[in-house]
């Protein structure tokens, strides 16, 4: 049984505390705030239900989907997906163009040309690159899909995941499947199809993969974690110092000392070194500063349903940024779960800022909500004022996978070497 210290209280670190503690070892989560889950916040007030950072879980593994049922209480609180979020919008020529989910849909659909979609067909034909070579994820998609592919799917699609330039962002570190693919397959289209020829070989059952939620949002997730760690979770902690020595570390908080195998360090990367580590550690992770975080603004906002022209028939709508607008994208909230507003209003969620446009993402609630009101007046037929508004500024809001981020792996596997003990997890490192 190891004695386990995790600093930080987000998902990482309370699924870290959770699965660890079924392992037998002894662990304990300390907080500085009086909040847990990190980046997991919902605001509930009354019928109206607002998250601050993510906004759905997609359940795409059986590990996942195993974790989540083995969390006392967290299962009859589940919300599934309403079948519309299988539809989601991009944005063209002003207009919201459904994603073509079937291969006739891709044929037909306006939101790519002929041109667009003939140069989609050289795909097979286009030579992996090799795996030595790191390549931006632009750069990846217009050599094997061409440019009117990147600028109309993952252009939008990376300002959603990442609110990220996909000029800088690298492939291989960003989206490791797609690198993958590539490699072990020559292409996208031949790895799509190795992939179904693997499925219709597999005897295993068929696993249904799906969108989820839970009745008062998704901090529900990280809250019922929380209460089922019980006393291993504190919160409102204040931390003297973190040392190592004679090969176990020796954590000062709350005015007493206690000792443990591990630390496991949960924390964003820049808050690092505001920690009370030694000082070979700190000049150690000086070198994660340079981890990017671009500021990002969430605006939730509620209107009368007969105030929208748009029917919201879908998840939500990604915005290129050959498109020119001040918004990322918009998510539409009340079509995809049950009870985010009133019967007769609807909630929308929109993104403002990123790498594309820092400079718009403010704590400044009614410049933002000047920003956003502007943009759905234009792409969802908007004409009336919001019933409800809650904005959340998050000024570094998500870690970048820029090019040369292996280089930064390399050093927080040296940084643990170093310190054996230590680790360093969190979605700057894993995702």
Not at 297 to 304: G, M, P, R, T
Not at 364 to 380: N, S, Y
Not at 393 to 419: S, T
Request: aromatic fraction near 8%.
């Amino acid at each position: 049984m190891a004695k386990i210290a995790i600093v930080g209280s987000g998902i990482t670190a309370l699924a870290t505390a959770w699965q660890r503690s079924h392992q037998g070892d002894e662990c304990t989560v300390l907080e500085t705030s009086n909040k847990i889950g990190g980046a997991i916040q919902s605001h509930r007030e009354g019928d109206y239900l607002a998250e601050e950072g993510p906004n759905s879980i997609q359940v795409n593994s059986q590990e996942l989907d195993d974790f989540l049922r083995g969390i006392p209480g967290l299962e009859e609180l589940v919300v599934e997906a309403d079948t519309v979020a299988n539809k989601r919008f991009i944005v063209r020529d002003g207009k919201l163009h459904p994603v073509p989910m079937k291969p006739w849909q891709a044929i037909t659909t306006p939101l790519w040309s002929v041109g667009g979609r003939l140069r989609v067909l050289k795909e097979p034909f286009v030579k992996a690159i090799s795996s030595e070579t790191e390549e931006s994820a632009a750069d990846f998609v217009r050599r094997r899909l061409g440019n009117e592919l990147y600028e109309y799917a993952v252009n939008p699609l990376i300002g959603g995941i990442y609110a990220g330039d996909p000029e800088q962002l690298s492939l291989r570190y960003a989206f490791p499947k797609l690198h993958a693919i590539e490699q072990a397959h020559g292409g996208l289209i031949r790895g799509a199809i190795a992939k179904m020829r693997e499925r219709r070989k597999s005897n295993a059952p068929k696993f249904r993969k799906r969108i989820v939620s839970f009745q008062n949002g998704l901090h529900e997730l990280p809250d019922q974690l929380a209460k089922a760690l019980g006393d291993r979770v504190q919160t409102n902690v204040s931390i003297q110092s973190i040392q190592r020595e004679s090969g176990a570390w020796f954590i000062q908080w709350n005015g007493k000392t206690a000792q443990y195998d591990e630390v496991i360090m949960t924390v964003p990367s820049h808050v690092l070194k505001k920690l009370p580590l030694e000082d070979d550690l700190l000049e150690s992770i000086q070198a994660l500063e340079t981890i990017e975080y671009p500021p990002v603004s969430v605006l939730s906002l509620a209107f009368k349903r007969s105030d929208i022209a748009h029917p919201l028939d879908g998840f939500g709508a990604l915005i290129p940024e050959c498109e020119g607008h001040k918004i990322l994208g918009v998510l539409f909230p009340s079509s995809i779960f049950k009870q985010r507003a009133p019967d007769d209003e609807v909630m929308l969620t929109a993104f403002v800022g990123g790498e594309r446009q820092p400079e718009l993402a403010t704590a400044d609630t009614e410049q933002v909500k000047a920003i956003v009101l502007e943009e759905l007046r234009q792409l969802l037929g908007l004409s009336g004022e919001p019933t409800f508004l809650h904005h959340r500024h998050w000024p570094k809001a998500i870690p970048q996978y820029k090019l040369g981020y292996g280089n930064l792996l390399e050093k927080m596997e040296q940084i643990e070497a170093d310190f054996p003990g230590l680790k360093l997890a969190g979605n700057y490192r894993t995702g």
